[in-house]
């Protein structure tokens, strides 16, 4: 938890601030990131006990923002599924380092405008 003058943010809270996600997407993307695993949509739904489409949803947005990568794979009889798997922790990580410097950043010219 990290504490800033009298508010207290959680990981959560950084995480969902972020990356401008809602609580389903976190959820989502913590599920992914724990079971690293190359998963469906089906699969994540069963595994989370949560609506097929409510998980499409959460998806679209992980992969929009680049959190989840998305792979297509050909299906013998023809077809395709989807298959979702986190992105690199690492890189995940990263990319909230650059997004908190640069609301640092911001606060800095804010408080030298006053």
């Not at 690293?36 to 699969?43: A, C, N, V, W």
């Not at 380092?97 to 010219?109: F, G, L, M, Q």
């Amino acid at each position: 938890m990290i504490t800033f003058s009298c508010k207290k943010i959680t990981e959560e809270e950084l995480i969902r601030c972020s990356f401008n996600l809602n609580k389903t997407e976190y959820n989502v993307l913590i599920f992914l990131l724990r079971n690293d695993k190359i998963r469906t949509i089906l699969q994540i739904s069963k595994a989370m006990e949560l609506e097929r489409t409510t998980i499409q949803k959460a998806i679209k947005n992980l992969v929009e923002r680049k959190l989840v990568k998305r792979t297509q794979k050909n299906l013998s009889r023809g077809g395709y599924i989807f298959l979702y798997k986190p992105n690199n922790k690492e890189e995940i990580k990263s990319k909230m380092k650059e997004i908190t410097y640069k609301w640092y950043k911001h606060v800095e010219e804010t408080i030298d405008k006053l």
